[in-house]
């Protein structure tokens, strides 16, 4: 088989697919996300806290001398993606239980008895007919 024949059955099985359609969700849930941490939440808290911009909190390691820029440790930027990480993982979190929960409901309902096979069925009367002698 080709090189190419073998990567196009590969890109084409099921799994690849919906891993790449995850990951393109997932990357745009992600904006929405920092979009919402960023946007909607820190806003508030920074007022909260007495108009703190948590995305300004910095160190500064080395002045900004002539064209080089300052050198800075953004901690702040860091806490806003600590809340990013959180979210998502509450939502993947919450998305996982209730897979779960609808798993336990398909597993809690009992299977019907398959019914007996012929053999069974053959064995079964030649039983009752022993015992009737």
Same mark, same amino acid.
């Given at each position: ?7 196009? =059955? ?12 995850? /990951?393109?969700?997932? =990357?745009?849930?992600?904006? /929405? ?7 909607? /939440?820190?806003?508030?808290? $920074?007022?909260?806290?007495? $108009? ?11 002045? =900004? ?21 959180? /979210? ?23 299977? =019907? ?21």
């Amino acid at each position: 088989m080709s090189m190419i024949k073998e990567f196009k =059955a590969f890109a084409m099985r099921g799994n690849v697919l919906d891993l790449a359609i995850g /990951i393109i969700i997932g =990357a745009a849930f992600g904006k /929405i996300v920092s979009s919402l941490v960023n946007d909607v /939440i820190m806003p508030p808290i $920074g007022v909260i806290l007495g $108009g703190v911009d948590f995305s300004k909190f910095s160190f500064v390691l080395k002045e =900004a001398e002539g064209s080089a820029s300052a050198v800075l440790i953004n901690y702040g930027v860091f806490i806003n993606t600590v809340v990013d990480f959180l /979210i998502v993982a509450f939502v993947i979190f919450m998305i996982i239980r209730s897979i779960n929960s609808m798993k336990k409901k398909e597993e809690a309902k009992p299977a =019907a008895p398959p019914p007996p096979t012929k053999e069974e069925v053959l064995l079964t009367e030649i039983r009752d007919l022993l015992k009737t002698r």
